[in-house]
Structures are given as C-alpha cells and as structure tokens.
C-alpha cells in the first residue's frame, strides 16, 4: 500500500505570507495527487487535482507542483479566509486512496 | 457537474447494522470506480473502500474487512455501503467519491 507522509502538521504564518506544504508518496503516483481544504464542520473542498490542475472557482493564489512521489501545494499570499487544514490524497488507484495526515494553518 | 449525494446515516448501537447509499447524477456512473471515505470526529481522512466500475473488483480497508460490503447498482446510479458489526471507533462523516469529487457526507454515530 502506498503511504502518503505530510509535512508539516501545524503551519502559523501571517496573511499575505506565502506557504507551501509537502506530501510524499512511498512509491510513484505520477500524477495522482489532490490537495482539499476543510474547515470545521464542513466536507473537504478540492482544491488542486492531478497535482497540478486547479479545480473550478479556487483562487489562483493556490498552486501545486510534483510528480512521481514528492508534490507542494503553494498559496502564494495568504489570506483570512485560507486559515484551515489542508490534506493530500493519492488516488492512484481505487483500490487503495490514501490521504496524508493533514496540516492544520493557523494565525501566527 | 459531478454530484454525488449521501443518505442512510443515523445513530445505531454497537453490533448493530447501517446501509449507507449514495446517489450520483452529472457523470456515467457505470463508467467510473467508487469509493468510500470516513472521518472520524476531529480526526484526518481514512479510505474505507473501493469497487471497480462493474462491481466486480472490490478492496477494502483492513479496519473494516469482513464488517462493511461496498457495492453497486449500476441501473439505479447508486453506490451502496453495508455495515456490520458496528463499534465505536466507526463513528465518522461517510463520503462517497467519484476520483477527487466527493458528496457531502453522511454522519454515522455508534453508541450505547
């Protein structure tokens, strides 16, 4: 089974920093990689597919980048409303997703 | 548009059983593997299972082999999860999910 490791798991920054989160594939996925935002009590909202593809209606400020097994997702400034926790999830097969352990972005 | 919309979750006690079921319109349904997704209260994202786009290919976590049955009816653009032998620890928000795209999920509670 492919494990998927997150780094880092707590992340303070201020608005307008730029930020970047790591994930990395025990194997290579190539290109299948997803990046979600959740806030609380709400469903994961994708935010970057194919590890690089920006889904419909998420800000361009959110980018992402890799391949094989070592991918970032980059907000370029942030803002208020990017204060969430952020996950990968490898789909490389539907017989086995695997989702990194999170990193949660918080106020500095 | 892909949607996908979740039912069947409730609160029900330990041993007892639950069928989730999820309705999806905007994609063909007969086309496409599924899958199922928990999470836990305060906790991160657990695969839970996987069926191929007939049905006849099926994973399945080990947290739930042998408890949980995924299936499909291809006819009626349903996905299906049957789950046996309930504990605590399957307390969690189920999502169904087409690849990236997931519905809203539906909450199953076990409890005394």
């Known amino acids: 089974d492919i494990q998927m490791t997150q780094s880092p798991s707590t992340l303070s920054a201020s608005v307008g920093d730029r930020v970047t989160i790591s994930c990395r594939a025990s194997?290579?996925?190539?290109?299948?990689l997803a990046w979600y935002q959740q806030k609380p009590g709400k469903a994961p909202n994708l935010l970057i597919y194919?590890?690089?593809t920006l889904q419909s209606g998420v800000p361009s400020r959110f980018s992402g980048s890799g391949a094989g097994t070592e991918f970032t997702l980059t907000i370029s400034s942030l803002q208020p409303d990017d204060f969430a926790t952020y996950y990968c999830l490898q789909y490389n097969s539907y017989s086995f997703y695997s989702f990194g352990q999170g990193t949660k972005v918080d106020i500095k | 548009e892909v949607q996908l919309l979740e039912s069947g979750g409730g609160l029900v006690q330990p041993g007892e059983s639950l069928r989730l079921s999820c309705v999806a319109s905007g994609f063909t349904f007969s086309s496409y593997a599924m899958t199922w997704v928990r999470q836990a209260p305060g906790k991160g994202l657990e695969w839970v299972a996987g069926l191929s786009n007939t049905g006849y290919t099926i994973h399945y976590a080990d947290s739930v082999k042998g408890r949980f049955t995924i299936s499909r009816d291809n006819s009626k653009n349903t996905l299906y999860l049957q789950m046996n032998s309930l504990r605590a620890d399957d307390t969690a928000i189920y999502y169904c999910?087409?690849?990236?795209?997931w519905g809203q999920g539906t909450l199953v509670t076990v409890s005394p």
């Open positions: 194919k590890a690089s």
């Open positions: 999910a087409k690849d990236v795209s």
């Open positions: 194997q290579s996925i190539s290109l299948w």
